[in-house]
C-alpha cells in the first residue's frame, strides 16, 4: 500500500533551517510529482512547492522562492523540504502529498511540526 | 497566488444536505477541471474525498459529490452524518505546476 513517512518534530530557532523527510513506499516513486503543504496552527493548508520525481523539476509558490528548496532521492525514495532564514510564522505542520494525476493529492505524510522559537 | 474563497462554516442536522462552494479565478477553478476536495480531522492529515471536481476515489461515500460551474465548485454532503464534522478544504490546479488550497470550511453537525 502506498505509504509517506515523515521525520520527526523539529524545533529551530529564528534564522536557522529546517529539512524535513517524506519516505515514500507502495508506488514506482519516479512515476509521481510530490507536492508540500503547511498549515499554521489553527489556519489552513498552503500549497508550498511540487517536485517531479522523473525529472526533478520544481515549482514554488511565489513567497516562499526564496527560501525553500525541494529534492529527492531516487535510490531511497525519499523527499526532502528545506526551509531557510525560519522565521517565527514559519511555525506549522508541513506535509509531503503525492499528485494523483488528477490534478489531487491522493495520498498525504502524516505531518511534521516544525516549531520556530528564541 | 491568492487563496479560494470558501465559506468559514456551514452546518447542517442530521441526515440533511449541505454545500460548501469554493470560487477561484479564470486562472485557477475557471480553466481547469482540476478541482479537488480534502477532509481533515483536528490532528490528522487531509483526506481526498472529490478529485477532478467530480470524481470519487475507491471507498469514499457517495454522499460525498462534487461538482464545479465557471470559476465555482462545489461540495455536497447529502444525509449529513455525525462523523462529517470536520474542516473541508478545496484545491485547484493553477497552470505551470501550481496549485492553490481554499481557506477551508469547518462543518457542524447540529
Known amino acids: 500500500q502506498v505509504q509517506l513517512v515523515q521525520s520527526g518534530a523539529e524545533v529551530k530557532k529564528p534564522g536557522a533551517s529546517v529539512k524535513v523527510s517524506c519516505k515514500t513506499s507502495?508506488?514506482?516513486?519516479?512515476?509521481?510529482?510530490l507536492s508540500w503543504v503547511r498549515q499554521a496552527p489553527g489556519q489552513g493548508l498552503e500549497w508550498m512547492g511540487w517536485?517531479?520525481?522523473?525529472?526533478?523539476?520544481?515549482q514554488y509558490v511565489e513567497n516562499l522562492r526564496d527560501r525553500v528548496t525541494l529534492t529527492t532521492d531516487t535510490p531511497t525514495s525519499t523527499a526532502y523540504m528545506e526551509l531557510r532564514s525560519l522565521k517565527f510564522d514559519d511555525t506549522a505542520v508541513y506535509y509531503c502529498?503525492?499528485?494523483?494525476?488528477?490534478?489531487?493529492?491522493?495520498?498525504w505524510g502524516q505531518g511534521t511540526l516544525v516549531t520556530v522559537s528564541s | 497566488q491568492s487563496t479560494l474563497t470558501q465559506p468559514a462554516s456551514v452546518s447542517g442536522s442530521p441526515r440533511q444536505s449541505i454545500t460548501i462552494s469554493c470560487t477561484g479565478t479564470i486562472t485557477d477553478v475557471g480553466t481547469y477541471n482540476l478541482v479537488s476536495w480534502y477532509q481533515q480531522y483536528p490532528g490528522k492529515a487531509p483526506k481526498l474525498i472529490i478529485f477532478?471536481?467530480?470524481k470519487r476515489p475507491s471507498g469514499i461515500s457517495n454522499r460525498f459529490s462534487g461538482s464545479k460551474s465557471g470559476n465555482t465548485a462545489s461540495l455536497t454532503i447529502s444525509g449529513l452524518q455525525a462523523a462529517d464534522e470536520a474542516d473541508y478544504y478545496c484545491s485547484s490546479y493553477a497552470g505551470r505546476s501550481s496549485w492553490v488550497f481554499g481557506g477551508g470550511t469547518k462543518v457542524t453537525v447540529l
Open positions: 517536485i517531479s520525481a522523473h525529472k526533478g523539476n520544481t
Open positions: 502529498a503525492r499528485e494523483g494525476g488528477g490534478g489531487d493529492f491522493d495520498f
Open positions: 477532478e471536481a467530480n
Open positions: 507502495g508506488y514506482t516513486f519516479i512515476s509521481y510529482g
